[in-house]
């Protein structure tokens, strides 16, 4: 299973961005789909997370402005960030936990994808 993340970019103080990952490989289902983030000098933090049933979390400070959704037939989860602050730059990682296949065996992992960055000017 690999897991690519696309649409990071610079943007300015108040703009958008929309964040996209997607998994590929062999995949029977997707439970928990995450994003995190983490800024330089300090740790990966949890920013949302969407169930398999569709049910999300939010960190606080995004609370209002990021909205984290998915697409099952796509295997992909998105996040769109909305009132961009310079404190949101980062760089970006998806987190998935697939049911796959490992040695032919049925398997559950925990899959992080490339991180994309995101940084705000202000």
């Known amino acids: 299973v690999q897991l690519q993340a696309s649409g990071g970019g610079l943007v300015q103080a108040g703009g958008s961005l929309r964040l996209s990952c997607a998994a590929s490989?062999?995949?029977?289902?997707?439970?928990?789909m995450d994003w995190y983030r983490q800024a330089p000098g300090k740790q990966r933090e949890l920013v949302a997370r969407?169930?398999?049933?569709?049910?999300?979390n939010y960190a606080d400070s995004m609370k209002g402005r990021f909205i984290i959704s998915r697409d099952n037939a796509k295997n992909t989860v998105y996040l769109q960030m909305n009132s961009l602050k310079s404190e949101d730059t980062a760089v970006y990682y998806c987190?998935?936990?697939?049911?796959?296949?490992?040695?032919?065996?049925?398997?559950?992992?925990?899959?992080w994808g490339n991180g994309t960055q995101v940084t705000v000017s202000s």
């Open positions: 987190n998935m936990i697939v049911r796959t296949l490992r040695n032919g065996i049925p398997y559950t992992g925990n899959y």
């Open positions: 490989g062999i995949i029977f289902s997707i439970n928990a």
């Open positions: 969407i169930t398999s049933g569709g049910g999300t």
